[in-house]
Each structure stands twice: as C-alpha cells, then as structure tokens.
C-alpha cells in the first residue's frame, strides 16, 4: 500500500519567516496531494491540494511543489503569522494516507 | 464547498456498552465514506472504506466485529463501537467523496467524534 512520510515532525519559526514542510510517498499511481491543516480538536480543513498534471500551485502565501519522478511533494508557507500555528498533514489519495503530521509554531 | 456532518460530536459510555457515530454528507450523494481515527498529537488512520450499498473494507489491524460500519444510503454512514473498552476512546473522523470528486479522491471531513470511555 501507500506510504507517506512526512518531516519534520515539529517546525518552530519566528513570524514573518517562512516554513516548509517536505512529504514523499511510495505509490506511483497516487494523482492527487492535499495539504491539510488542522486545529486542536477540530477537522482538519483543506489549505492547498495539487493534482498529478501540475508541477505547482500557489494560493496567496502558501505554495505547493511535486515532483512526481522523485515522489516528493511540499507545502512552502510565506509571511508566516501566529494563526498558522497548527499541526498541518500531507496525504497522498488514490487510496488516502496522510503523513504523520507536523506541527507548525509561530512565535511573534 | 460540500458539508459533512457527524454525530454525536462528543460522547462519554460505560465500558462494554455500544456507541453509534452518525456521519452525513448534506449537499452531496457521498458514493464513498472513510472512517478514520485519530489520537492525541498523532495522523489520522484510516479505519476502514464504505461504499454505498456493499461491505466496508477494513484496514489491515482494524476488527470488523468490534467497528460495524453500514453505509446503507449516499448521504448516510454509521460506525458502531461494539462494547466498547476505555482504549477505543479516541477521535472518530469520517470523510466523504462524490462521484464529482472520485477522479482525484478528493474528500470533504466530518467534524469529528470524541469517544469517552470510561
């Protein structure tokens, strides 16, 4: 099956810097990768999803890159702000797995 | 965007009881739900797939006997945790996916379910 490894598990940064979380995964025929972010106790909520036909996609401050022939893929976040401080997931989904998680703290 | 709804979002049993989790896509024809769960500071693992009318398809580890999934209608999924024990407390998460979004798997999340089991 799919295996996504997701680093780093814990990503403090000062506010306005930026931050980058790297996922790889192990099944070529995954096509899809959303990034997910998810507040204590809550659902995690869509922030950015890529799709296999694409190398990026940016949406304001946040940006993901694939690089499907290395089976990679990350999330860069730009001017980061405290309200960014969550723990965010990659998942690769032809049959959904998510990494283990990264926790992103901004200190301002 | 399209709305999923669960319930109970929080519920505290005795051990050896049952509990049911209701999940619902309310704007959308969910052909496939996925029930995942998730404890403190750790991913999501998924549980288990559904499709609507057939048999839920477990994960390798997952008991089908203790977590009785039905997906008997396209907006409707429930997960029962049959009786229950203090170590199936944990967040409960469903998501679900149309015929829309089945090209790239594309999937909207429940809010999610805290069992309590003391």
């Known amino acids: 099956g799919e295996n996504v490894e997701q680093h780093p598990s814990t990503l403090s940064v000062q506010e306005g810097d930026s931050a980058v979380i790297k996922c790889t995964y192990s099944d070529s025929a995954s096509n899809y990768f959303p990034w997910y972010k998810q507040e204590l106790g809550k659902r995690p909520q869509l922030i950015i999803d890529i799709r296999s036909n694409v190398g990026e996609k940016k949406d304001q401050r946040i940006a993901v890159t694939l690089n499907k022939t290395a089976k990679h893929f990350s999330l860069h976040i730009t001017e980061t702000q405290p309200e960014d401080s969550a723990v965010y997931f990659c998942?690769?989904?032809?049959?959904?797995?998510f990494g283990r998680g990264t926790s992103l703290i901004v200190h301002p | 965007g399209a709305v999923v709804s669960q319930h109970p979002s929080r519920v505290i049993c005795k051990s050896g009881t049952s509990v049911k989790i209701e999940c619902r896509s309310l704007?959308?024809?969910?052909?496939?739900m996925f029930w995942y769960r998730q404890f403190p500071k750790k991913s999501l693992m998924l549980m288990a797939t559904s499709n609507e009318g057939s048999k839920a398809t477990y994960e390798q580890g997952v008991e089908k006997d203790k977590f009785l999934i039905n997906h008997a209608s396209l907006t409707l999924s429930t997960l029962t945790v049959t009786s229950a024990h203090p170590e199936d407390s944990s967040f409960y998460i469903c998501s679900a996916r149309g015929l829309r979004q089945s090209t790239y798997n594309e999937q909207f999340f429940g809010p999610g379910t805290r069992l309590t089991v003391l």
């Open positions: 704007d959308f024809q969910a052909t496939t």
């Open positions: 998942a690769a989904s032809r049959i959904p797995t």
